[in-house]
């Protein structure tokens, strides 16, 4: 099931269902969803689910792994990459829809509380409180992680990406994007928690 060096993806999803909330109020953690995938430009012959636009930052074959775990009524999400751009910083976040051939596909950020205004550049919504961000620097061997910690689940349907930017922060172009099948929470709302 290797598809050679431009393309292979793993997909695994972990007993998708609400963490246990265990009498006396402990609670358990459960395991949501793991993916990981190579990154192939967006005209590999065979496709995948993780997509360069940028190999200067984000080369073919580089290797990403996005891990969501429930934890009570929240969850933590965490980010994991090898073979990028030593020593580089990169801005990262959940987005919306799905990874395409152009690098917009993915949509705008998942948002908490949702942005009346979209595209949104309001800080009050573009915030890491407000969004999953997984900003991380490189290490001189091309290794990162990130992990992003939230009292809050996604809702069902509208978050399906993690894209990886050129720069830190909310905004900028986007080098690269891979496409992860996060769980939502069985009744996540809209607004507060
Ligand atoms: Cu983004």
């Known amino acids: 099931m290797v598809s ?3 393309a292979g993806v793993g997909v695994g999803i972990g007993a998708v269902a609400a963490a ?8 358990a953690e459960t ?3 793991r993916a990981e995938g190579r990154f192939a430009p967006p005209t590999a012959f065979i496709p995948s689910p993780a997509v360069t636009y940028d190999q200067g930052l984000v080369p073919a074959a580089s290797w990403i792994e996005v891990v969501q775990r429930g934890v009570g009524d929240g969850m933590t999400v965490t980010l994991r990459v090898r073979g990028m ?28 509380r949702v942005d ?18 997984l900003d991380f620097t490189a290490g001189a061997d091309g290794s990162g992680s990130a992990s992003a910690v939230h009292g809050w689940g996604f809702r ?22 891979f496409t992860v099948p996060f769980a939502p929470r ?5 607004d507060g928690a």
């Open 4 to 6: 050679g060096v431009l």
């Open 20 to 27: 246990l909330a265990v009498s006396g109020g402990a609670v």
């Open 31 to 33: 395991p949501w969803v």
């Open 85 to 112: 751009k030593p020593g580089h910083a990169y801005g990262v976040h959940v987005h919306r829809k799905p990874c395409g051939v152009e690098p917009e596909a993915a949509g705008g950020h998942y948002q908490h």
């Open 116 to 133: 009346p205004v979209q595209p949104s550049k309001d800080p009050a919504y573009l915030n890491p409180e407000n969004e999953v961000w």
């Open 156 to 177: 069902p349907g509208e978050a399906a990406s993690v894209v990886l930017h050129h720069e830190p922060g909310g905004t900028g172009d986007r080098a690269a994007c």
């Open 186 to 190: 069985a009744h996540a709302k809209a």
